[in-house]
């Protein structure tokens, strides 16, 4: 069932943070939510390495250190940044993330897809992007195959985004926070 309510906090603090979002990054953002990370990558090794380039390679940070993204799964977007700052170690950051990936969500494709048209529904209501058809129809057809999308290449430039989801377990436990 829809939950407009966690879906409009969402979208507004994404909109509020990130101005020039487009649809498909508000696609990514409930996408998340939902189903945890995207990076199928389950190897340790291979994930520290592409990490600790990431990190080598990025130019700026400009994201928040961390995002409480929940909407069906409780996640959190973690910035790389707080490696740099020597928050947490590269292998606590990268079991973390890896661990994320193992997210089974509980909503099948089909309940998905109605979720993304509500949310759809409610990003024209609130006006937060001017998406074309086309666009659209690239977010509904990604939503009923259950796919995850990129950032849009305007969120790439302008924000700079170097993060990895964290379920709210490795976030507590690396952070001592709890909520």
């Not at 973690?78 to 990936?101: E, G, P, Q």
Request: glycine share 2%; hydrophobic share 40%; aromatic share 12%.
């Amino acid at each position: 069932m829809f939950d407009r309510d966690r879906a409009k906090h969402l979208l507004v603090e994404e909109f509020r943070v990130h101005p020039d979002a487009r649809l498909s990054d508000y696609y990514k953002l409930l996408f998340q939510g939902v189903f945890g990370s995207e990076h199928m990558m389950n190897d340790e090794r291979s994930a520290g390495q592409v990490l600790a380039e990431e990190l080598e390679s990025a130019e700026s940070f400009d994201q928040p250190l961390w995002s409480d993204i929940s909407y069906v799964s409780r996640v959190f977007r973690v910035n790389l940044k707080v490696i740099k700052m020597n928050l947490i170690s590269l292998d606590d950051y990268t079991r973390a993330f890896l661990d994320c990936a193992k997210i089974k969500s509980t909503l099948t494709s089909v309940e998905w897809s109605r979720e993304w048209q509500g949310a759809l529904e409610l990003i024209g209501e609130m006006r937060l992007t001017n998406a074309d058809r086309d666009e659209i129809a690239r977010t509904l057809e990604a939503a009923s195959l259950t796919l995850p999308m990129h950032h849009s290449k305007q969120y790439k430039e302008r924000y700079n985004p170097h993060y990895r989801i964290f379920t709210k377990e490795q976030f507590s436990a690396l952070f001592a926070y709890e909520r």
